[in-house]
C-alpha cells in the first residue's frame, strides 16, 4: 500500500546532523582514496617496479643502473545510495536521510534514491545547501513515505532505468530491512544484476 501522507522531519536536531555529517565526510574520503589494483609509474617514490626495472636495464647488459618506480592507482568510484523509506524503516529513516544528505554534500560522484513501492531519484533535490529545505522539497515531492515494500520491484525499476550508472567503478548501497511484500524472485534477481555490475 502506497502512503499518501507528508512526512514530518520536524524532529531533527542540528547537533544530530552534525554529528552524521562528520561521520559521512570520514566515509566518503575513504572511498575517495581507494586505491585500485592497476599501478602508475613514478620516478623516485612507490615501491620497486621489477618488470620495468629489468627491462629499462637490458640496455646496460642486464647490470641493474637505473630503478623504476610504481604505485597503485586511485580509482575515483562513483556512489549509488538506496534507501528504504517503507513503513518497516520508520525507525530509520529520521537517521538515514541525515545521511545520504551528507553523502550528498561530502561525495563528489554520487546518486541517490528513496524507495517503498516505486523508486524515486532524490539527487537532485539533495543538492540544497539548507538542509530545512531539502527535507521540505523530500515531503513534498516523495510519495509512498512509510508505506509498503516492493524491494525487488524498485530495485528492477533503478536497474530498468539508471542502469548506465552501474559500473566496476560504482559501489551500490542498499539501506533496508529487507521486509519486501513483492516477489522474492524478482529482488534475488535484481541483486544478482547489480552485484555482478557494480
Known sequence: TESLVHKDFSTFTASELREVVEIVTMIARALANRVGRRRERHTRRGILDMRNTIRRNLRHGGEVLDLKYCNRKH??????????????????????????????????????????????????????????????AISEQVPGWSGGTRIGASLQSFIDDHGSCLDRRTVVLVMSDGWDTGETDQLAEAMRTIQSSA
Open 75 to 136: 580509482q575515483k568510484l562513483r556512489l549509488c545510495l538506496l534507501m528504504d523509506v517503507s513503513q518497516s524503516m520508520d525507525l530509520y529513516s529520521h537517521m538515514l536521510v541525515q545521511f545520504i544528505y551528507a553523502f550528498q554534500n561530502a561525495y563528489r560522484n554520487i546518486e541517490s534514491f528513496v524507495f517503498s513501492t516505486s523508486l524515486y531519484r532524490i539527487t537532485e533535490l539533495l543538492k540544497h545547501h539548507d538542509f530545512q529545505a531539502v527535507l521540505q
